[in-house]
């Protein structure tokens, strides 16, 4: 196996009792958390260690199945235990538990010689503290806790790593990446994403204005709806307003091109606008997850509202992502780190250009300021739609040890 000179630094470190490898997206940290827990697990026979991921599918598809094929690779010997979730090293002796941080309360138990946190941004300060307090086994040659992830703005993280060893890699600087990758990043986020999600910084992303990148000058437009082209239907279910958004994409840039906005308003009444302005349509809905829903005073959801009144190509949903990663993917579409404008809106949706220019954070807090009962409907709903097709957060296309 070969490693980056900044996974060098950070395997190599066995005298940190707290060592952080904070990088981009792609930059090797998952190779490097799974590689640092099969190090501490064969310094530390008759013991066992602790890699956890934000959530089980994360664990699961990435921690987990990254790990096992390093056991592979390097030839070790190895039982999985797949009910307990722990994988067994035969020689030396010793155990890897793989847990989530969804539930910190449940990482509480017996004495361990490491933990790994694997993208410690998207856990909890809870989960840290729990995993620390637990790293306690007397029989631990070798005690160290360490995190691997992605910034995710001035969180606790953060604070973490001015306080202890940190090793700082940019996606850069894996030589072992997809030719294309990184020329793919730079495209697809904006300057401030750049900064974070390719350089590895911290950056503050939740102050002032969510949608940062919108600029009047730039984002407005005197396209309109294009019988011709295909129609898009971006849906949200908040009933006073109940907003939806029309889009269309032209030469391959997404256009607003209408919105409906109701007030007191159910599926049912938006629905019926939508067909009364664009008759015998046949559209593609994109919204929000909660539509999936049965309700107990019905027993149809609001999408089969809609397909029962709309002609629909596909409805295109998935469980709603972190809202930070609705928002960046937003702001990157209205303007990339190139200049590259692919979100445009007709001047005449009155509604959306406010949402993009008055939807703020709430001071100090991470979170969208929901305050106004006017305000982050419909940019809401053309956010689930460029989440669904251009998702912010992915995981690289490596295979580090292949070499040519």
Same mark, same amino acid.
């Given at each position: 196996?070969?490693?980056?000179?900044?996974?060098?630094?950070?395997?190599?470190?066995?005298?940190?009792?707290?060592?952080?490898?904070?990088?981009?997206?792609?930059?090797?940290?998952?190779?490097?958390?799974?590689?640092?827990?099969?190090?501490?697990?064969?310094?530390?026979?008759?013991?066992?260690?602790?890699?956890?991921? &934000?959530?089980? &599918?994360?664990?699961?598809?990435?921690?987990?199945?990254?790990?096992?094929?390093?056991?592979?690779?390097?030839?070790?010997?190895?039982?999985?235990?797949?009910?307990?979730?722990?994988?067994?090293?035969?020689?030396?002796?010793?155990?890897?538990?793989?847990?989530?941080?969804?539930?910190?309360?449940?990482?509480?138990?017996?004495?361990?010689?490491?933990?790994?946190?694997?993208?410690?941004?998207?856990?909890?300060?809870?989960?840290?503290?729990?995993?620390?307090?637990?790293?306690?086994?007397?029989?631990?040659?070798?005690?160290?806790?360490?995190?691997?992830?992605?910034?995710?703005?001035?969180?606790?993280?953060?604070?973490?790593?001015?306080?202890?060893?940190?090793?700082?890699?940019?996606?850069?600087?894996?030589?072992?990446?997809?030719?294309?990758?990184?020329?793919?990043?730079?495209?697809?986020?904006?300057?401030?994403?750049?900064?974070?999600?390719?350089?590895?910084?911290?950056?503050?992303?939740?102050?002032?204005?969510?949608?940062?990148?919108?600029?009047?000058?730039?984002?407005?437009?005197?396209?309109?709806?294009?019988?011709?082209?295909?129609?898009?239907?971006?849906?949200?279910?908040?009933?006073?307003?109940?907003?939806?958004?029309?889009?269309?994409?032209?030469?391959?840039?997404?256009?607003?091109?209408?919105?409906?906005?109701?007030?007191?308003?159910?599926?049912?009444?938006?629905?019926?606008?939508?067909?009364?302005?664009?008759?015998?349509?046949?559209?593609?809905?994109?919204?929000?997850?909660?539509?999936?829903?049965?309700?107990?005073?019905? &027993?149809?959801?609001?999408?089969?509202?809609?397909?029962?009144?709309?002609?629909?190509?596909?409805?295109?949903?998935? &469980?709603?992502?972190?809202?930070?990663?609705?928002?960046?993917?937003?702001?990157?579409?209205?303007?990339?780190?190139?200049?590259?404008?692919?979100?445009?809106?007709?001047?005449?949706?009155?509604?959306?250009?406010?949402?993009?220019?008055?939807?703020?954070?709430?001071?100090?807090?991470?979170?969208?300021?929901?305050?106004?009962?006017?305000?982050?409907?419909?940019?809401?709903?053309?956010?689930?739609?460029?989440?669904?097709?251009?998702?912010?957060?992915?995981?690289?296309?490596?295979?580090?040890?292949?070499?040519?």
């Amino acid at each position: 196996m070969e490693f980056t000179a900044k996974q060098t630094e950070f395997l190599s470190d066995v005298s940190s009792p707290h060592i952080a490898f904070i990088g981009g997206f792609g930059s090797g940290k998952t190779y490097a958390a799974c590689y640092k827990a099969l190090g501490l697990a064969c310094a530390n026979p008759d013991t066992a260690g602790m890699l956890v991921s &934000p959530t089980f &599918p994360m664990l699961r598809d990435t921690t987990r199945r990254t790990f096992l094929e390093i056991l592979q690779l390097e030839e070790v010997s190895y039982e999985l235990k797949i009910t307990e979730n722990k994988i067994r090293i035969l020689e030396p002796n010793a155990e890897i538990w793989f847990r989530s941080a969804d539930d910190p309360n449940k990482l509480k138990g017996s004495n361990l010689a490491w933990v790994g946190l694997d993208e410690a941004a998207q856990m909890s300060k809870e989960a840290y503290d729990i995993s620390l307090s637990r790293m306690r086994d007397p029989k631990a040659n070798i005690k160290q806790l360490f995190i691997t992830t992605t910034p995710e703005g001035f969180n606790w993280v953060y604070d973490i790593s001015q306080k202890i060893k940190m090793v700082h890699s940019s996606t850069e600087d894996n030589v072992y990446l997809d030719k294309d990758y990184v020329e793919m990043l730079y495209s697809s986020y904006d300057e401030q994403l750049v900064k974070q999600y390719i350089k590895g910084e911290f950056v503050l992303l939740n102050k002032g204005r969510v949608y940062y990148c919108f600029d009047r000058n730039i984002q407005l437009t005197d396209i309109t709806y294009n019988p011709s082209l295909p129609i898009n239907l971006c849906v949200d279910f908040n009933i006073n307003p109940m907003c939806w958004a029309i889009v269309q994409t032209v030469e391959g840039v997404d256009v607003v091109v209408d919105e409906i906005v109701l007030r007191n308003a159910n599926t049912e009444l938006a629905a019926n606008t939508f067909i009364n302005k664009y008759p015998d349509k046949v559209v593609s809905i994109y919204g929000d997850y909660s539509g999936t829903f049965r309700h107990t005073s019905s &027993p149809t959801t609001d999408y089969d509202i809609i397909k029962s009144i709309i002609k629909t190509r596909d409805i295109n949903i998935k &469980p709603d992502p972190p809202v930070t990663d609705r928002v960046n993917s937003v702001n990157s579409r209205l303007r990339n780190s190139k200049g590259d404008v692919r979100l445009k809106i007709n001047r005449n949706c009155k509604t959306t250009i406010r949402d993009f220019e008055q939807v703020v954070y709430k001071e100090g807090k991470r979170e969208i300021d929901k305050s106004s009962l006017d305000l982050t409907h419909i940019s809401d709903a053309i956010g689930y739609r460029i989440e669904y097709l251009y998702p912010i957060r992915g995981r690289a296309k490596v295979t580090q040890y292949n070499l040519q």
